[in-house]
């Protein structure tokens, strides 16, 4: 385990990220059935925001936690596996995690191949 959580704790996480993506994607396809119905679309697009909202709390502070390496790899790949199928504001948060995998390491090798500017210096002449 590279993190300070339980392995038990994480597999309850992932299990709860589960759910809200599911419980996110039952409301937001309620939504896009009752275009006809004006008058069920707004519970059904609010309740559709609340879900969205709590899976992306959810998924902020598993975002966190990966990053300070807290959480296991295991986690990072199970919110990047659901991309793109839980809501604009949910790949906001996780996208995150795909820009920290981008940054370059700087190894020892490249530090030692740098080598000093040198400047001249321009005089009065």
């Known amino acids: 385990m590279t993190g300070n959580i339980d392995n038990d704790l994480q597999e309850e996480m992932t299990t709860l990220l589960q759910a809200k993506v599911e419980m ?9 059935q ?7 679309i707004e ?10 909202s709590q899976l992306c709390e959810l998924a902020a502070s598993m975002v966190m936690a990966i990053l ?17 199928t839980a809501g604009p504001n949910f790949d906001a948060v996780i996208a995150q ?12 090798k490249t530090e030692r191949k740098k080598e000093p500017l040198d400047f001249a210096v321009v005089g009065d002449t």
Request: with cysteine.
């Open 97 to 108: 995690l795909e820009v920290d995998s981008k940054v370059p390491r700087t190894s020892k």
């Open 34 to 40: 009752d275009d006809d119905d004006e008058e069920r």
């Open 24 to 32: 996110y994607q039952r409301t937001a396809d309620l939504v896009d």
């Open 68 to 84: 300070a390496n807290v959480l296991e790899e295991s986690c990072r790949l199970r919110l990047l596996k659901f991309k793109g």
């Open 43 to 52: 519970p059904d697009a609010s309740r559709a925001l609340s879900e969205e």
